[in-house]
């Protein structure tokens, strides 16, 4: 990497770091469930517009996106999402001790958010000498059923101009150059039930249930691509002696091919078919969509890979792991686009009430986070 570089992030994190770990402290116990970031939307729009941040705005989506150097042309988005898994409303509880910082979604992904606030004020001071036009984003909706529908809306007003996106989540020495994509879905069956000696014979919806379960896990996987699926939870009936009239389950399949996908999702709505004809009513709610990987350039990604690894290992020494997720780069990557997804703290317990962050990873992180700014604009 550039000595230039490197030698302005070390100092720039070393004159900082304390003021992370001090944001750290507030943001964190701000509650921001997937699809009701607003409280936290609005403390980082206020904490950009204090420092010296020109043009900041909080979309429809709750994404707080800040735009610096030229908007002509294209651009580098640099983003980190502000939801956590948890349905929390309160403040959040949080405890330090022994250097750790404990509260949900400490690290997942509040202590990368702050890293990025603090490493893109350093961009903000100096906006007059980018060349490259920059999207500071604070993202909505990352997690779960959030459905990454912060950045797909991010990438439906800009995603014409974004030329390179990088997602500032999950731990320090893992990077993410893949998409992996799924389809979630929610199925009922209901029939008319009964009694269970009196009315022996009418179709029981756990059993329909139980044949249709059957049948997708009979489904001969494609080959071209690590494909999965699980049924993660099954509902139903009421009493020991009732035929159940209503059965539910959570079904999901995953690839990074988004040809996988397609051929998942023909699969399943050609069984779902198959079994309405076996004395239930059944009816799919698709819960959400994550896109796989579109069509890439596969050299171009590695090269860019290559470079953020580079970043990477200037700062950290540990084990790398590059691997295929399911992360906001998905959005990008199913469009063609080169993205990365990085971590630059170390924690533990990532979706635990009991998640914690190790305070003093944060300046290394700040290192990370600048130095593929300042690397981007060359």
């Not at 230039?4 to 402290?25: D, G, H, S, W, Y």
């Not at 579109?294 to 990604?301: D, I």
């Amino acid at each position: 990497m550039n000595d230039m570089i490197k030698a302005a992030a070390e100092q720039f994190a070393r004159e900082n770091v304390k003021e992370a770990q001090n944001l750290l402290r507030t943001l964190g116990k701000i509650p921001a469930p997937s699809h009701d970031e607003g409280r936290r939307a609005a403390f980082v729009s206020e904490w950009f517009k204090s420092q010296e941040f020109k043009d900041v705005q909080i979309d429809a989506a709750q994404n707080v996106i800040c735009k610096l150097g030229p908007q002509d042309g294209d651009l580098i988005v640099f983003a980190a999402h502000t939801d956590i898994v948890f349905p929390d409303t309160a403040p959040l509880p949080m405890r330090e001790e022994d250097g750790r910082l404990y509260a949900p979604g400490i690290g997942d992904d509040t202590a990368n958010l702050v890293n990025l606030m603090i490493a893109a004020r350093h961009l903000a001071r100096r906006e007059d000498e980018l060349t490259q036009g920059v999207l500071i984003v604070a993202n909505a909706c990352e997690e779960g059923l959030g459905n990454l529908d912060g950045t797909k809306a991010l990438f439906a007003a800009y995603g014409a101009r974004v030329k390179a996106f990088y997602s500032l989540d999950g731990k320090l020495g893992h990077c993410c150059s893949g998409a992996v994509g799924s389809y979630r879905y929610r199925v009922t069956c209901r029939t008319a039930g009964g009694h269970s000696y009196a009315n022996f014979g009418n179709a029981n919806a756990i059993e329909c249930l139980a044949h249709l379960i059957e049948d997708l896990y009979a489904v001969k996987l494609p080959e071209s691509a690590r494909t999965t699926f699980n049924v993660g939870r099954i509902e139903g009936g009421s009493t020991v002696n009732s035929i159940a009239q209503y059965a539910a389950m959570l079904y999901e399949f995953r690839s990074p091919s988004q040809e996988c996908l397609d051929y998942m999702k023909v699969q399943f709505d050609a069984i779902l078919d198959a079994n309405r004809n076996r004395g239930g009513e059944f009816a799919a709610e698709l819960l959400g969509v994550r896109p796989g990987d579109g069509a890439l350039n596969r050299e171009a990604l590695q090269a860019f890979t290559a470079r953020t690894l580079d970043v990477i290992r200037s700062y950290y020494d540990g084990e790398l792991t590059v691997t295929p997720s399911s992360t906001d780069s998905n959005v990008p990557l199913s469009l063609g686009i080169m993205a990365n997804t990085l971590g630059t703290i170390v924690g533990m317990g990532a979706h635990t009430r009991e998640e914690w962050v190790d305070l003093s990873s944060m300046e290394t992180g700040l290192k990370i986070a600048l130095s593929l700014m300042l690397a981007a604009q060359r």
